[in-house]
Nanobody
């Protein structure tokens, strides 16, 4: 299984971006947890949002009300809509999938989001 993240770029504060994550090369079984994480230099990777298949969605406190996760299962794609972006949102964003049946965790390669003030 491979995850390919895209959609990052440079945006001004208050702007929007939509990240995409395409799953290929295999099937993700249920149950699973898919989500987005981000990381800045010198800091640990932090949760942006995760969604359990058929279950709940959890957003990081700093993005609640501004970011929205969605999935298009037919396209095997997960999206992260990011609105009202702030300079503190600047980071490399990673998509991930945790297959809870096989316990394997798959990571995308990361896409850089830069928010200018």
């Amino acid at each position: 299984v491979q995850l390919q993240a895209s959609g990052g770029g440079l945006v001004q504060a208050g702007g929007s971006l939509r990240l995409s994550c395409v799953v290929s090369g295999g099937n993700i079984t249920d149950p699973n947890v898919m989500g987005w994480y981000r990381q800045t230099p010198g800091k640990q990777r932090e949760l942006v949002v995760r969604v359990v298949s058929g279950g709940s969605t959890t957003y990081g406190d700093s993005v609640k009300g501004r970011f929205t996760i969605s999935r298009d299962n037919a396209k095997r794609t997960m999206y992260l809509q990011m609105d009202n972006l702030k300079p503190d949102d600047t980071a490399v964003y990673y998509c991930a999938c945790h297959d809870l049946k096989t316990m394997k965790i798959y990571w995308g390669q990361g896409t850089l989001v830069t928010v200018s003030s």
